[in-house]
Nanobody, 115 residues
Framework: QVHLVESGGGLVQAGGSLRLSCAAS????????MGWYRQAPGKQRDLVAT???????NYADSVKGRFTISRDNAKNTVYLQMNSLKPEDTAIFYC?????????WGQGTQVTVSS
């Protein structure tokens, strides 16, 4: 079992920045992929960014150049630095952990960008 705790969401004006954190605890697999997904009202949950244990990254086209994912393997924590936020970034952001057998999700943190 893996438990994910997210923090860092909130309300920000367009053009502003936020940093999300997600700490994983429990039966951690060192080779896991971690990442962030988001779900806007009435829409499906979409990939934002992922990062492997060797720190290879993958981003959705909509956030490339604005968001940066990083990871501290010693702390089992993944971060998402979000810059130049846009109103269309408004969503619930979910932390994701891909284990060797099961995938896990955080409870979600709300990000609201006002115009």
């Amino acid at each position: 079992q893996v438990h994910l705790v997210e923090s860092g969401g909130g309300l920000v004006q367009a053009g502003g920045s936020l940093r999300l954190s997600c700490a994983a605890s429990g039966n951690i697999f060192r080779g896991s992929v971690m990442g962030w997904y988001r779900q806007a009202p009435g829409k499906q949950r979409d990939l934002v960014a992922t990062i492997t244990s060797s720190k290879s990254t993958n981003y959705a086209d909509s956030v490339k150049g604005r968001f940066t994912i990083s990871r501290d393997n010693a702390k089992n924590t993944v971060y998402l630095q979000m810059n130049s936020l846009k109103p269309e970034d408004t969503a619930i952001f979910y932390c994701y952990y891909q284990g060797p057998i099961l995938d896990y999700w955080g409870q979600g943190t709300q990000v609201t960008v006002s115009s």
